[in-house]
């Protein structure tokens, strides 16, 4: 198995450093593979805001960087792992320009069977906020998503400090090398089940074949799925499955538009 860390953090220091923890751990528990690879040595350049990916196909970006040389990485990949130093109480500016070009993968998600999670390292506070963020980015894309961590680095550092670091970075990758050998599909929330319901439905019935989503969905088969990906739903959310599609149905016969997309 391949797993491929992003770091947003130009220095080799404390997120780095967790990063390369959290790869060691995760291979004494089974034959993985793992890069590390460090954002700011790649050429990243700043969103436009355009929408000639949303709206015509990403590969009409008038931005000509390493993109794509990054999307073969996670592409390549079985686990992929976002880490982040705390900047201003938020990510760092790298990792999310990163995230912004890939803003169009929000609209057609690639990154099903992949196993996610993410390590944010901070000085005193703001860090659950950022994980929360950076999970949420997971799920949006795709990934089968592990709760993050984070960890505090605020110098100087105490013995005792790293010992509980580290400690809460084995349990971390535990719970990520579990995930990652696992091969079935998690059964969708009833939440995620009608983000994706009134998503294509709306998709269906307001776009067309000069559309990137609309392409990309028919393509996957999803306008006659169940979900993105082949799951078993029990009876409960099968029948709520079909009354997200008929309220979208309903809400375009009656209104003339969804505002759903």
């Known amino acids: 198995m391949k797993v491929t860390a992003f770091v947003g953090s130009a220095q080799k220091r404390h997120t780095y450093h967790a990063t390369e923890l959290f790869l060691q751990k995760l291979q004494t528990l089974g034959e993985v593979d793992c890069e590390i690879v460090v954002l700011s040595d790649y050429n990243l350049k700043a969103c436009r805001g355009c929408r000639l990916c949303l709206d015509h196909g990403e590969e009409l ?10 999307f073969e990485k996670i592409r390549n990949s079985d686990g992929v792992v976002f880490s982040s130093p705390n900047y201003s109480f938020q990510v760092s500016g790298i990792l ?28 005193i506070y703001g860090g659950r906020k950022i994980l929360k963020y950076i999970n949420f980015i997971g799920y949006g894309l795709g990934f089968n998503t592990v709760k993050g961590s984070s960890i505090t680095t605020v110098e100087p550092i105490s013995d005792e400090r790293e010992k509980e670091n580290a400690g809460i970075l084995e349990k971390h990758s535990k719970k990520f090398y579990a995930r990652l050998i696992d091969n079935q599909y998690p059964v969708p929330s009833l939440f995620s089940l009608m983000m994706f319901r009134m998503a294509r439905s709306s998709m269906k019935i307001m776009l067309g074949e000069d559309s990137p989503d609309y392409r990309y969905y028919n393509g996957n088969g999803w306008f006659e799925s169940d979900y993105y990906y082949p799951v078993h739903l029990d009876p409960i959310k099968r029948m709520a499955g079909r009354l997200f599609d008929s309220r979208v149905s309903y809400v375009a016969r009656v209104k003339g538009k969804v505002g759903f997309i």
Not at 61 to 70: N, Q, Y
Not at 98 to 113: N, T
Request: proline share 8%.
């Open 96 to 123: 999310k320009v990163f995230l912004d070009r890939f803003g169009y993968m929000f609209h057609r998600p690639p990154f099903f069977g992949k196993t996610f999670t993410c390590i944010v390292t901070e000085g």
């Open 61 to 70: 970006c008038p931005l000509k960087d390493d993109r794509d040389l990054l």
